[in-house]
């Protein structure tokens, strides 16, 4: 049961270029959605959030889009940078306690 | 920054032994969790504690499995008899006074069953 997919398991982007990770998830129940960036031998480090009363939340070269119709949300960094370079979750939560991940997009900025 | 520590890294247990990984979450956070990854697989929430009882639990965590906070500061995931299965990447994370925040996680703790 995918309740939250990434359909891009991977993604390379140039440098300076606009890296554009999708989620999408099937649970219209869902209030609550973040990302997080995981480097190897790491936990998963927060990002970013946004809540369902919202469609677009931003923190410096992070902002994420929320498409309630869709139950799409994405996340846009600009400019990449080499250090970017990580696997990207999304997660939702109805609860706000049980965050249900997706698999990952392993995101690659080339310099 | 605070932050959440767990150990140790990495834990190699015998089949059927139980086995205990540790977590300090960080200190003025009231919410605390374990969550598992499976080699190649998504990160899975297995629990959520909060004012000393179990919040919310997934399927995953049956009778095998429990959790206590012994302290002001340790928050523990038990497995009593642990299985092939159970080999997977287990994470603590912790969040602030409120439901709907993010959740800081540690580095994780390997365990390896044989």
């Known amino acids: 049961d995918q309740q939250v997919k990434q359909n891009s398991p991977s993604l390379s982007v140039q440098e300076g270029r606009i890296s554009i990770l999708n989620c999408d998830y099937t649970?219209?129940?869902?209030?609550?959605f973040l990302w997080y960036k995981k480097y190897p031998a790491e936990g998963p480090t927060f990002l970013i959030s946004?809540?369902?009363?919202?469609d677009k939340n931003e923190d410096g070269r992070f902002t994420v889009f929320l498409n309630k119709s869709a139950k799409h949300l994405s996340l846009h960094i600009v400019p990449s940078q080499p250090g970017d370079s990580a696997v990207y979750f999304c997660?939702?939560?109805?609860?706000?306690?049980?965050?249900?991940f997706g698999p990952g997009t392993r995101l690659s900025v080339l310099p | 920054e605070p932050e959440v520590t767990q150990t140790p890294s990495h834990q190699v247990t015998q089949m059927g032994q139980e086995v205990i990984l540790r977590c300090v979450p960080i200190?003025?956070?009231?919410?605390f969790y374990w969550y598992r990854q499976i080699l190649g697989q998504k990160v899975e929430f297995l629990v959520s504690?909060?004012?000393?009882?179990?919040?919310?639990k997934s399927e995953i965590f049956d009778d095998q499995f429990s959790v206590e906070r012994p302290d002001g500061s340790n928050f523990t995931l038990k497995i009593r008899s642990t299985k092939l299965e159970d080999s997977a990447m287990y994470f603590c994370?912790?969040?602030?006074?409120?439901?709907?925040?993010?959740?800081?996680f540690g580095d994780g703790t390997r365990l390896s069953i044989l």
């Open positions: 200190s003025n956070h009231l919410y």
């Open positions: 504690f909060y004012n000393n009882e179990i919040s919310e």
């Open positions: 649970n219209s129940m869902f209030d609550y």
């Open positions: 997660a939702a939560t109805l609860s706000g306690q049980n965050f249900v």
């Open positions: 946004i809540s369902s009363i919202k």
């Open positions: 994370a912790s969040s602030g006074t409120g439901l709907r925040q993010p959740q800081h």
